[in-house]
């Protein structure tokens, strides 16, 4: 089992979601500790451990160290912001 870690600018980000879409959100993001490449994770162009999860309209942004069994969670943003800030 991998550890979560969820950094305080994709915490923010996860509060700031509409309640109907947080719930999905954070559903997926306990589910990356059983398993970090779910089906249809992608794994970002240009990054050697960056990945994207897709729920809805939305984008968890995380990273996996499998050495030390760790995600961090780098960002949760709507499709069109989600890959600025890497």
């Known amino acids: 089992m991998y550890k979560l870690i969820i950094s305080k600018q994709a915490q ?5 979601l509409p309640t109907y879409i947080r719930g999905n959100v954070d559903e997926h993001i306990l589910a990356l500790a059983d ?3 779910p089906q249809g994770c992608k ?3 240009g990054f050697s451990n960056a ?3 897709r729920v809805g309209k939305y984008r968890i ?4 160290e499998d050495r030390i069994l760790t995600i961090n969670i780098v960002g949760v943003k709507h499709r069109k912001e989600a890959y600025g800030d890497l």
């Open 12 to 16: 923010k980000e996860i509060d700031a």
């Open 35 to 37: 398993d970090p490449r």
């Open 43 to 45: 794994k970002l162009e």
């Open 51 to 53: 990945y994207r999860l």
């Open 61 to 64: 942004v995380y990273t996996i």
